[in-house]
């Protein structure tokens, strides 16, 4: 397992809540250590809306509590029914995420035997309250997420590797299990990458300029992201078709790997020409020479075919490589679109990379 900034976070945020609640003499500090627990999130913002649907969540729980211990008492069927009542209402409010702390909050109140009920209510839910404004202020203080640069570098890593693989794949030199397991898990990067991408794009910018450059970034990553997706659709269809591929004719087996190879610079450079390491304007390829490559490809492709049905008994697959070449030629299209994004983010925002966003490469 690996330790990262929310285990810490979480941590301190325990051990803030508690400390504050015996700095204030409150009753049973656990409960402040519990909410702390519930409130931590990994971005300021959704922090932010956490602590707001928990302060509601907690208020309807706190009046569901006081109002069936005022009227019916307190014993474990109103505790069990108070608590049905209350995933009732949050499940109407839309407040999912708050009923285990809710739940919490009634079972705080409702235990309590103490003949001045309404203040030990009072002091059970701020105690509760107090480890919710604990949690948030550890997350608005301490280690702020920088989900921009963890987003890049999780893309560019991830297309490294499919890179790396798709060159290897195309030469038949992968080893077949090793290549079946590195999928599964470069499938499951790509899971955290879309992660990464909710975080970034739910941190708040404050001022027009940043509004504008963020919305342009998220357009940006969006494409990386799917251009990344595409590149290992083609590395799963290069190991699903792995024998239909040896059968290829010679000459043609050497056009896709050409084609391949040169679409996997083409991807590692767009990375440079982001940060700015390549100048915006260059390009592995034109757009008149890739869709020179493309029709030449479709027209060796359709020759064969012909060849295929004249000749009996040959044992070049049309069907298969239909699917690899047009997983090729979507990873060509969302390259080239990738290429056009970012000479637009260049015209107006090139000086808006983050160094650590530069340093990555």
């Known amino acids: 397992m690996k330790l990262g900034a929310r285990i810490f976070k979480t941590g301190i945020a325990i051990s803030f809540a508690l400390f504050l609640a ?3 003499d409150l009753p049973s500090p656990v409960f402040a250590g519990i909410a702390a627990i519930f409130a931590i999130q990994p971005s300021i913002y959704r922090s932010y809306l956490t602590v707001l649907d928990q302060v509601y969540g907690n208020l309807i729980g706190a009046a569901i509590a006081v ?3 005022l009227t019916l008492g307190s014993n474990y069927l109103t505790i069990g029914l108070a608590a049905v009542l209350a995933i009732v209402i949050m499940l109407k409010l839309k407040l999912e995420s708050t009923v285990p702390l809710t739940l919490v909050t009634i079972i705080a109140i409702m235990e309590s035997h103490d003949p001045n009920f309404l203040s030990f209510a009072a002091l059970r839910f701020g105690t509760v309250l107090l480890g919710i404004l604990a949690s948030f202020s550890v997350n608005l ?7 921009e640069t963890r987003l890049f570098t999780s893309i560019h890593e991830v297309s490294e590797e499919v890179i790396r693989w798709i060159r290897v794949s195309i030469r038949h030199a992968s080893a077949h299990t090793s290549l079946k397991e590195d999928i599964e898990r470069l499938s499951n990067k790509l899971d955290k990458v879309d992660q990464w991408y909710s975080f970034y794009k739910d941190e708040r910018s404050y001022t027009k300029k940043q509004q504008y450059t963020k919305a342009r970034k998220l357009v940006l990553y969006r494409q990386m992201i799917a251009t990344s997706k595409k590149s290992l659709e083609v590395l799963k269809r290069l190991h699903r078709f792995e024998n239909e591929l040896t ?3 010679e000459h043609f087996h050497l056009m896709v790997q050409d084609r391949l190879e040169s679409l996997a610079s083409y991807h590692e450079q767009l990375y440079m020409k982001y940060v700015g390491k390549l100048r915006p304007e260059h390009s592995e390829t034109s757009g008149v020479d890739a869709a020179e490559k493309r029709q ?7 020759k064969e075919i012909n060849i295929a049905h004249e000749q009996e008994g040959n044992e070049f697959s049309i069907y298969h490589l239909m699917h690899v070449l047009s997983a090729i030629i979507d990873y060509e299209e969302q390259l080239e679109h990738l290429d056009l994004l970012i000479i637009a983010y260049h015209n107006y925002h090139s000086d808006e990379i983050a160094s650590e966003i530069e340093k990555a490469i």
Not at 141 to 147: E, N, Q
């Open 141 to 147: 203080i301490f280690l702020p997420p920088k989900y």
């Open 67 to 69: 109002i069936f211990v």
């Open 247 to 249: 059968d290829l004719p």
């Open 296 to 302: 030449e490809m479709m027209a060796v492709f359709v």
């Open 22 to 24: 015996n700095l204030l």
